[in-house]
């Protein structure tokens, strides 16, 4: 159904809901020029995003370790998949760090340099370095990461036998 000209014209002059500034002003117009007060607090969101990137990986920590507790302490499927997934997964993001942070770059000159963001992005690294521990943690508590001296006993080398026998 299409709207005639005089249905519009009567709804035109409803005035606006309550709260709601009238149409013409909420627009903004084509000759508007960012402000500085605009580009600050664009530049300010900016920041703020690149702070919520930094920090996901830590906010995602919790429920990695809810994970890994639910899959339980034997050598299965399911839980070398989540232990799989804790080991890789701060190496790929690492790797992929300045294309990660290169939205948030303050000047457009450089983004994917590693000196912009510094701070946030040592974070970023921090914060998958201890997703990385948590996999670790997970693989010694099932028994995958050689941490005794019996686990290292096929390099040792045995000497020759300090007694002799003269019979």
Known sequence: MSVTKVEYSKW???????????????????????????????AAIK???????????AKSLPMQAFM????????????????FMLLFSPFKNVAAINT???????SPSSPKSFNTLFIQKIVYILANLTTLALGL???????????????????????????ISLH
């Open 12 to 42: 035109k002059s409803l005035p606006p809901p309550p709260g709601f500034a009238p149409l013409s002003t909420t627009r903004p117009s084509s000759k508007a020029v960012n402000t500085p007060r605009q580009a600050d607090s664009y």
């Open 47 to 57: 920041v703020k995003r690149a702070w919520d990137l930094a920090m996901s990986p």
């Open 68 to 83: 890994l507790y639910m899959s339980g302490g034997g050598v299965q499927i399911f839980s070398m998949g989540i232990v």
């Open 100 to 106: 990660a942070f290169a939205p948030f770059a303050p």
């Open 137 to 163: 943690y997970k693989c010694n508590s099932m028994g995958l990461l050689p941490m005794g001296t019996g686990d290292w006993l096929a390099f040792e080398t045995r000497g020759p036998s300090p007694e």
